[in-house]
């Protein structure tokens, strides 16, 4: 890997930059009135389901992560949540998630991220998490994950999973089960009834608490791949594994009708987990 | 009120003290092995209903705000979690619970909160709710309710709730809808339906944003006073209202079976919340 993305020494630099670029964009729109659109066409008043709000920070946190993205980098391509993909052929792709929870950030709750991915021919090489309000930058690549906190003096801290090795001990996290598909449904509520805690609503944070050794398993469905590519490095490098529910590694740039995500601090409770959600 | 229980000029004295007593108990244990008590006695590994976790700091920072309360308001009673009641028939009762959210506290997650109320006779007068690591402290008395930032250099904020008016336009929190009882589901469900946005899992913090205009309704089920006595003043201060599923004010010190709250922003989206939840 070329050097400027390596992890062996903490936070790259460019990483630094773009979460510079990721406060300067969310912080003056956090817990200020906002106008919330709806992306969802057919989305109406009052059905808590059709609404999948966007706001002005998502927009503008993309659009300057891109402008970084094109000085820096020409050569290579990006595929956003806002503004889609540009140049996706190339060795290297940026896949960006300015805000991943947006309903978070539109409710007040500083949990909301800004995911960003290095791809090279499609695999997730390079991957941060930033959260501007607690001034946290998860990242990950290769054999180091870190959490660099720039608000406060704490020092940095080098990211391992949790060695939790049954069902019984672990925590896990998922955003929502009620958007869970009919056949997605029954195996989560099994797998979840096999835990001894869950917790919902974390959206991103959920899968930076696997990978920070506070909880052992992530499982979600109907995701994109920006949604879900920043975090695979971050996990895999503090000795996690991610794949989908049938086991396969999560890859490649394509638009997905609902990928499926299981995300595990250790292969022994991915195999458990697998168990029930591969059925 | 005595001047010094007074939100008038900000955040009282007394409470930046206790603020400071919560963060000095709560964050040397944040995110570090901690060993994690089942409060349930017939709890079972791998039964998360059956899991009420409670940890070392918990039970050190109730212990240190009743030792404070008790060598500053020699008079006065004390209601907490961990420890129970004092002199409950003072004229001035403190109630306490040292962490609010205990099952984010041990998953990571920054939104747990250290909740204190200061009532009397039985009513709730003066509250606070603190986040250390976020360094934030929530304070409503009388009608006058602030958000404090100890950590950032962001000005002292006045709260006011929200003045959406249907429930299509509000944002609902709840905890985790899967704790409700069987005959509050449904009505829970129908509320959750008619509203634009909801979000799971932020305990004490969704109260919080209520009272600060990020959010308009938080209803559960099955609290104690400790839940909510130190939510009830920030949020009324604020302009919004609290009160059970069948309109009553949350009052008293007593022991409930199954205490079901809903605090909404305003009048208007409580009496709408509250012709669903009251049938």
């Not at 059905?47 to 000085?71: G, W």
């Amino acid at each position: 890997m070329h050097n400027e993305f390596s992890t062996q020494n903490g936070v790259p630099e460019i990483i630094r930059e773009m979460a510079d670029v990721a406060a300067a964009e969310t912080l003056p729109h956090f817990r200020q009135p906002l106008h919330i659109e709806n992306k969802l066409e057919n989305g109406s008043e009052g059905a808590s389901n059709d609404f999948d709000p966007v706001t002005i920070a998502d927009k503008n946190t993309e659009a300057a992560l891109r402008k970084l993205i094109n000085q820096r980098f020409p050569d290579h391509g990006i595929l956003g949540e806002e503004y889609g993909a540009e140049n996706l052929q190339a060795e290297f792709v940026w896949v960006l998630d300015p805000i991943d929870g947006t309903r978070l950030f539109v409710s007040g709750l500083p949990l909301w991220g800004t995911l960003i991915a290095l791809c090279h021919k499609g695999t997730p090489i390079l991957g941060a998490m930033i959260q501007p309000v607690l001034g946290e930058i998860f990242v990950g690549a290769g054999s180091h994950a870190w959490l660099e906190n720039t608000k406060s003096k704490a020092p940095l801290t080098r990211l391992a999973t949790r060695q939790h090795e049954t069902l019984g001990q672990a925590t896990l996290f998922t955003t929502d089960p009620a958007i869970l598909a009919n056949g997605e449904r029954a195996r989560y509520d099994q797998l979840e009834q096999s835990c001894q805690l869950y917790r919902y609503g974390a959206d991103c944070y959920g899968y930076a608490m696997v990978a920070s050794g506070f909880a052992d398993l992530d499982v979600e469905a109907g995701l994109q791949i920006y949604d879900i590519a920043a975090l695979i490095p971050i996990i895999e490098a503090a000795g996690g594994k991610v794949t989908t529910w049938q086991g396969n590694p999560v890859r490649g740039l394509e638009k997905h009708e609902r990928l499926q995500v299981l995300a595990a601090a250790n292969e022994t409770l991915h195999a458990q987990a697998l168990a029930i959600l591969d059925k």
